[in-house]
Protein backbone atom coordinates (compact mmCIF):
# COMPACT_ATOMS: atom_id res chain seq x y z
CA UNK A 1 0.00 0.00 0.00
CA UNK A 2 2.67 2.57 0.33
CA UNK A 3 4.49 1.72 -2.84
CA UNK A 4 5.07 3.52 -5.41
CA UNK A 5 5.76 2.07 -8.34
CA UNK A 6 7.61 3.34 -11.56
CA UNK A 7 8.62 2.58 -15.27
CA UNK A 8 10.34 2.19 -17.03
CA UNK A 9 13.81 1.77 -15.12
CA UNK A 10 15.81 3.58 -17.90
CA UNK A 11 14.64 5.43 -21.06
CA UNK A 12 16.53 6.67 -24.45
CA UNK A 13 14.88 9.18 -26.33
CA UNK A 14 16.01 11.46 -28.99
CA UNK A 15 17.27 15.43 -28.77
CA UNK A 16 14.10 17.27 -29.04
CA UNK A 17 11.51 13.81 -28.44
CA UNK A 18 9.05 13.37 -25.48
CA UNK A 19 10.08 11.68 -22.55
CA UNK A 20 7.74 9.96 -20.92
CA UNK A 21 8.06 7.85 -17.03
CA UNK A 22 5.25 6.79 -15.17
CA UNK A 23 4.35 6.01 -11.60
CA UNK A 24 1.27 4.27 -9.89
CA UNK A 25 -0.01 4.23 -5.95
CA UNK A 26 -2.25 2.49 -4.15
CA UNK A 27 -3.05 4.44 -1.09
CA UNK A 28 -5.34 6.62 -2.12
CA UNK A 29 -4.59 8.84 0.81
CA UNK A 30 -1.83 10.23 -0.99
CA UNK A 31 -2.46 13.77 -1.74
CA UNK A 32 0.68 15.27 -2.90
CA UNK A 33 2.91 13.98 -6.22
CA UNK A 34 6.41 15.43 -6.14
CA UNK A 35 8.68 14.61 -8.85
CA UNK A 36 12.52 15.14 -8.29
CA UNK A 37 15.29 15.08 -10.96
CA UNK A 38 18.73 13.88 -9.77
CA UNK A 39 22.29 14.20 -11.62
CA UNK A 40 25.27 12.44 -11.55
CA UNK A 41 27.10 13.66 -7.65
CA UNK A 42 24.30 15.52 -6.58
CA UNK A 43 21.52 14.93 -4.44
CA UNK A 44 17.86 14.96 -6.00
CA UNK A 45 16.44 18.00 -6.12
CA UNK A 46 12.11 18.92 -6.43
CA UNK A 47 11.47 19.19 -10.38
CA UNK A 48 7.40 20.05 -9.80
CA UNK A 49 4.76 18.59 -8.24
CA UNK A 50 1.08 18.29 -8.30
CA UNK A 51 -2.07 17.58 -5.92
CA UNK A 52 -4.62 15.39 -6.66
CA UNK A 53 -7.31 18.53 -7.47
CA UNK A 54 -5.73 18.91 -10.64
CA UNK A 55 -5.13 16.17 -13.57
CA UNK A 56 -2.16 18.48 -15.25
CA UNK A 57 0.44 20.75 -14.65
CA UNK A 58 3.00 22.42 -16.44
CA UNK A 59 6.12 24.00 -15.91
CA UNK A 60 7.91 25.01 -19.11
CA UNK A 61 9.14 21.69 -20.95
CA UNK A 62 8.01 19.64 -17.98
CA UNK A 63 4.00 18.36 -17.20
CA UNK A 64 2.57 15.73 -15.19
CA UNK A 65 -0.48 14.20 -16.19
CA UNK A 66 -2.30 13.02 -12.77
CA UNK A 67 -4.96 10.17 -13.39
CA UNK A 68 -7.00 9.77 -9.77
CA UNK A 69 -9.39 7.40 -11.18
CA UNK A 70 -6.94 5.20 -11.99
CA UNK A 71 -4.19 6.13 -9.21
CA UNK A 72 -1.31 7.23 -12.01
CA UNK A 73 0.58 10.05 -12.65
CA UNK A 74 3.40 11.00 -15.49
CA UNK A 75 6.37 13.44 -15.90
CA UNK A 76 6.51 14.25 -19.74
CA UNK A 77 9.43 16.68 -20.79
CA UNK A 78 8.52 17.79 -24.10
CA UNK A 79 11.48 19.06 -26.60
CA UNK A 80 13.98 17.12 -24.56
CA UNK A 81 17.73 17.84 -24.11
CA UNK A 82 21.02 16.58 -23.42
CA UNK A 83 21.05 18.38 -20.48
CA UNK A 84 17.77 16.86 -19.13
CA UNK A 85 20.12 13.77 -18.94
CA UNK A 86 19.74 12.82 -14.90
CA UNK A 87 17.53 10.18 -13.14
CA UNK A 88 14.18 10.72 -12.24
CA UNK A 89 12.15 9.99 -9.40
CA UNK A 90 8.28 10.44 -8.49
CA UNK A 91 7.16 10.06 -5.02
CA UNK A 92 3.72 10.44 -3.02
CA UNK A 93 2.84 11.28 0.42
CA UNK A 94 -0.17 12.56 2.86
CA UNK A 95 1.12 16.19 2.75
CA UNK A 96 -0.63 17.96 5.38
CA UNK A 97 0.44 14.99 8.55
CA UNK A 98 3.65 12.79 7.43
CA UNK A 99 7.14 13.83 6.81
CA UNK A 100 7.23 10.62 5.06
CA UNK A 101 7.76 10.99 1.15
CA UNK A 102 7.50 7.50 -0.97
CA UNK A 103 9.93 7.67 -3.70
CA UNK A 104 9.88 5.19 -6.69
CA UNK A 105 12.98 3.27 -7.81
CA UNK A 106 13.79 6.20 -10.29
CA UNK A 107 14.19 6.07 -14.24
CA UNK A 108 17.53 7.15 -15.63
CA UNK A 109 17.02 9.34 -19.00
CA UNK A 110 19.41 9.81 -21.78
CA UNK A 111 19.07 12.21 -24.14
CA UNK A 112 21.13 11.73 -27.47
CA UNK A 113 22.29 14.83 -29.07
CA UNK B 1 24.08 24.68 -4.18
CA UNK B 2 20.98 23.51 -1.90
CA UNK B 3 21.98 25.16 1.20
CA UNK B 4 22.00 21.49 2.50
CA UNK B 5 26.00 20.29 3.07
CA UNK B 6 27.42 17.18 3.89
CA UNK B 7 30.64 15.82 5.30
CA UNK B 8 32.53 14.08 4.24
CA UNK B 9 31.20 13.34 0.24
CA UNK B 10 33.51 10.00 0.25
CA UNK B 11 33.86 7.52 3.06
CA UNK B 12 35.56 4.27 3.18
CA UNK B 13 35.67 2.52 6.47
CA UNK B 14 35.89 -1.22 7.59
CA UNK B 15 33.17 -3.31 9.06
CA UNK B 16 34.82 -2.47 12.68
CA UNK B 17 35.66 1.25 12.40
CA UNK B 18 33.53 4.04 13.62
CA UNK B 19 32.61 6.93 11.64
CA UNK B 20 30.12 9.83 11.38
CA UNK B 21 28.28 11.57 9.05
CA UNK B 22 27.32 15.45 8.94
CA UNK B 23 25.08 17.38 7.87
CA UNK B 24 24.38 20.78 8.23
CA UNK B 25 21.63 23.20 6.91
CA UNK B 26 21.55 26.84 6.12
CA UNK B 27 17.84 27.40 5.10
CA UNK B 28 16.36 27.78 8.74
CA UNK B 29 14.10 24.18 7.90
CA UNK B 30 12.85 22.92 11.16
CA UNK B 31 12.99 19.13 9.73
CA UNK B 32 15.88 17.06 9.01
CA UNK B 33 15.92 13.35 7.13
CA UNK B 34 18.06 10.90 6.62
CA UNK B 35 17.89 8.62 3.38
CA UNK B 36 19.59 5.64 2.46
CA UNK B 37 20.65 5.24 -1.38
CA UNK B 38 20.91 2.00 -3.01
CA UNK B 39 21.43 1.22 -6.81
CA UNK B 40 18.32 0.24 -8.34
CA UNK B 41 16.33 0.81 -5.36
CA UNK B 42 14.20 3.80 -4.44
CA UNK B 43 15.44 6.17 -1.76
CA UNK B 44 15.12 4.57 1.68
CA UNK B 45 13.86 6.80 4.73
CA UNK B 46 15.91 6.46 7.83
CA UNK B 47 15.66 8.60 10.14
CA UNK B 48 13.29 12.27 10.25
CA UNK B 49 13.81 14.93 13.32
CA UNK B 50 11.57 17.78 13.84
CA UNK B 51 12.61 20.43 16.20
CA UNK B 52 15.68 18.24 16.92
CA UNK B 53 12.65 15.68 18.19
CA UNK B 54 13.00 12.05 16.29
CA UNK B 55 9.86 11.55 14.50
CA UNK B 56 10.53 8.75 11.71
CA UNK B 57 12.76 5.69 12.69
CA UNK B 58 12.13 3.18 9.73
CA UNK B 59 13.05 -0.18 11.38
CA UNK B 60 16.66 0.96 10.96
CA UNK B 61 19.34 -1.03 12.07
CA UNK B 62 21.47 0.10 15.61
CA UNK B 63 24.70 0.15 13.83
CA UNK B 64 23.15 3.39 12.37
CA UNK B 65 22.68 6.12 15.42
CA UNK B 66 21.44 9.39 14.45
CA UNK B 67 21.97 12.69 16.15
CA UNK B 68 20.65 16.10 16.22
CA UNK B 69 21.90 18.82 18.37
CA UNK B 70 19.86 21.59 16.89
CA UNK B 71 17.71 22.07 14.45
CA UNK B 72 20.79 22.88 11.45
CA UNK B 73 23.00 19.90 12.05
CA UNK B 74 22.38 16.07 12.05
CA UNK B 75 24.89 13.42 12.37
CA UNK B 76 24.65 9.74 11.81
CA UNK B 77 27.10 7.84 13.91
CA UNK B 78 27.63 4.54 12.12
CA UNK B 79 29.74 1.59 13.82
CA UNK B 80 30.22 -2.12 13.07
CA UNK B 81 29.16 -1.51 9.35
CA UNK B 82 28.38 -4.39 6.43
CA UNK B 83 29.30 -4.79 3.25
CA UNK B 84 25.34 -4.14 2.06
CA UNK B 85 25.73 -0.94 3.73
CA UNK B 86 27.58 0.41 1.12
CA UNK B 87 25.68 3.12 -0.31
CA UNK B 88 24.67 7.01 -0.82
CA UNK B 89 23.67 8.14 1.99
CA UNK B 90 21.80 11.61 1.50
CA UNK B 91 20.72 14.37 4.31
CA UNK B 92 17.38 16.42 3.44
CA UNK B 93 16.01 19.30 5.55
CA UNK B 94 12.23 21.03 5.14
CA UNK B 95 9.99 22.86 6.64
CA UNK B 96 7.87 20.34 7.52
CA UNK B 97 4.37 19.29 7.24
CA UNK B 98 2.32 20.91 5.35
CA UNK B 99 5.20 22.04 2.83
CA UNK B 100 6.73 18.95 1.97
CA UNK B 101 9.61 20.03 -0.23
CA UNK B 102 12.62 18.52 0.70
CA UNK B 103 16.02 19.71 0.01
CA UNK B 104 18.72 17.42 -0.69
CA UNK B 105 22.35 17.31 0.36
CA UNK B 106 24.94 15.95 -2.08
CA UNK B 107 25.18 12.88 -0.13
CA UNK B 108 28.32 10.70 1.33
CA UNK B 109 29.48 8.13 -0.76
CA UNK B 110 30.05 5.27 1.58
CA UNK B 111 32.01 1.86 0.94
CA UNK B 112 32.32 -0.78 3.62
CA UNK B 113 34.95 -2.88 3.66
Known amino acids: QQQVKQSPQSLIVQKGGISIINCAYE??????FPWYQQFPGKGPALLIAIRPDVSEKKEGRFTISFNKSAKQFSLHIMDSQPGDSATYFCAASIMDSSYKLIFGSGTRLLVRP | ETGVTQTPRHLVMGMTNKKSLKCEQH?????MYWYKQSAKKPLELMFVYSLEERVENNSVPSRFSPECPNSSHLFLHLHTLQPEDSALYLC????????????FGPGTRLTVT
Open chain 2, 27 to 31: LGHNA
Open chain 2, 92 to 103: ASSQGPPYDEQY
Open chain 1, 27 to 32: NTAFDY
